[in-house]
């Protein structure tokens, strides 16, 4: 995230160059957890957001906080910011690896009425150009995650895919959806979650030699959309990111608390 006037927020859990008490486990229970660097009001005196600053000069500074979807509103915990797109097989889009990747996958109705079973819930590529980087095939009807990349070596190896166990959370009842969170940590590594629970943490050492150089080469995402009625959707929410609209309450909340910390804002530079 960065201010109002322009300078990079100093993460919560750095001590320098400023030095503060939001650390501690009080204050991150209030959104300062989670190793991030994204504006907030950890002790809830002010009316708006701030964070400590990259300048040692700047101790702190106030942050801007976008509208939602062009509505003179401030945001609420009704809100997170992002617009949820249709995915198609084969076709990319532009990613970075700073960014959240927010999958939903929904059962169409027709299928509500004939399968009440677990499916295939399709790949998701991240991409260096034309180069596969990480694959992740969600498969709740094998209790499993297919995994590819060159180096990862957990998990048994069957059709040029790692399989690692994953418990994964009851689908919703109604429209049997899940919600799916893809995160490229700071420093545990790769993280996937659905809902409350966490399905797979990767340590970049089983993804990379070199950490940076990882992150900094995956441009895009492309998806693999399984043949049956299975609607998937996404949405990129990053630090600073100018996204437009509103995800409603019930998608948010499918989320569960583990996303952000549980926090009513999420990293649209809040």
């Known amino acids: 995230s960065v201010t109002r006037s322009g300078i990079t927020c100093q993460h919560w859990a750095e001590q320098y160059p400023h030095k503060h008490k939001y650390y ?3 204050y991150q229970e209030k ?16 009316d708006e957001v701030w964070c400590y600053t990259t300048d040692r000069h700047v101790r702190w500074d106030w942050c801007d906080v976008p509208t939602c979807g062009g509505v003179d509103e401030e945001p609420t915990a009704d809100t997170v910011f992002s617009t949820l797109t249709t995915a198609e097989s084969g076709v990319p889009s532009t990613y970075n690896t700073n960014c959240d990747l927010i999958l939903t996958v929904e059962s169409s109705s027709r299928d509500r009425e004939l399968y009440i079973g677990e499916t295939f819930n399709g790949d998701v590529i991240f991409r260096s150009g034309e180069e596969e980087i990480l694959v992740i095939g969600l498969h709740p009807e094998r209790e499993s995650l297919a995994v590819r990349n060159e180096i990862f070596e957990r998990g048994s190896l069957e059709w040029n895919y790692r399989w690692v166990s994953a418990t994964y959370p009851n689908a919703s009842p109604d429209d049997r959806k899940r919600v799916y969170s893809f995160r490229f940590t ?9 809902g409350d629970m966490t399905l797979l ?3 970049y050492e089983e993804l990379t030699s070199n950490r940076e150089r990882f992150l900094s080469s995956i441009d895009s995402i492309e ?48």
């Open 201 to 203: 943490t990767i340590p």
């Open 223 to 270: 998806f693999t959309v399984p043949e049956k009625p299975v609607q998937l959707q996404y949405a990129i929410l990053c630090p600073g990111g100018d996204h437009v609209g509103c995800w409603p309450k019930e998608d948010r909340d499918a989320m569960g608390s583990g996303y952000d910390g549980g926090q009513s804002v999420t990293r649209s530079g809040i």
């Open 31 to 46: 959104g300062t957890g989670g190793g991030h660097n994204h504006c907030r009001n950890p002790e809830e005196k002010y």
């Open 186 to 194: 700071q420093t545990s590594g790769f993280v996937l979650s659905c």
């Open 24 to 26: 501690s486990e009080t």
